[in-house]
């Protein structure tokens, strides 16, 4: 379940399907809804090796988002809980990732697999950049 870390702006969740690895039309076609009813426009995508779980999609995980009408961008990061050096990937990728947020329209759906290892990270560097900036925008 996608939910907000600013409000209108910045939201979270796991991959669409999760935990499946053969994700099916039906299960994007319900996440699509729900994340379409929060506004979001623009899915950052984290992830590397799980992409293969959408096979059953025409194109693709990035090609199905975009033929649904999401601007994606994707940064693909390995799972630091099955490969440790995903960890560094993620730091030396963090502020690619907010500069790609600041680029897309808002509002913005970061999402890896579980939604928790390298989203969590990257939300919060966004959230921590993002609010900084702000205050001192007049």
């Given at each position: 379940m996608a939910r907000w870390v600013i409000e209108g702006v910045l939201a979270r969740s796991a991959r669409p399907g999760y935990p499946s690895r053969g994700v099916s039309v039906d299960e994007?076609?319900?996440?699509?809804e729900e994340v379409r009813?929060?506004?979001i426009r623009s899915i950052i995508c984290l992830l590397k090796e799980e992409l293969g779980y959408y096979a059953q999609l025409p194109?693709?995980?990035l090609e199905w988002y975009r033929k649904m009408g999401f601007t994606v961008e994707s940064?693909?990061?390995?799972?630091?809980?099955h490969d440790q050096r995903g960890w560094e990937e993620l730091e030396n990728n963090l502020?690619?990732?907010?500069q790609k947020f600041l680029q897309l329209p808002k509002p913005v759906l970061v999402h890896c697999s579980f939604g928790k290892d390298r989203t969590g990270p990257a939300v919060d560097h966004i959230s921590r950049r993002w609010r900084g900036e702000s205050r001192h925008i007049v």
């Amino acid at each position: 379940m996608a939910r907000w870390v600013i409000e209108g702006v910045l939201a979270r969740s796991a991959r669409p399907g999760y935990p499946s690895r053969g994700v099916s039309v039906d299960e994007m076609d319900r996440w699509a809804e729900e994340v379409r009813g929060m506004g979001i426009r623009s899915i950052i995508c984290l992830l590397k090796e799980e992409l293969g779980y959408y096979a059953q999609l025409p194109g693709g995980l990035l090609e199905w988002y975009r033929k649904m009408g999401f601007t994606v961008e994707s940064i693909p990061i390995t799972d630091p809980a099955h490969d440790q050096r995903g960890w560094e990937e993620l730091e030396n990728n963090l502020e690619r990732i907010y500069q790609k947020f600041l680029q897309l329209p808002k509002p913005v759906l970061v999402h890896c697999s579980f939604g928790k290892d390298r989203t969590g990270p990257a939300v919060d560097h966004i959230s921590r950049r993002w609010r900084g900036e702000s205050r001192h925008i007049v």
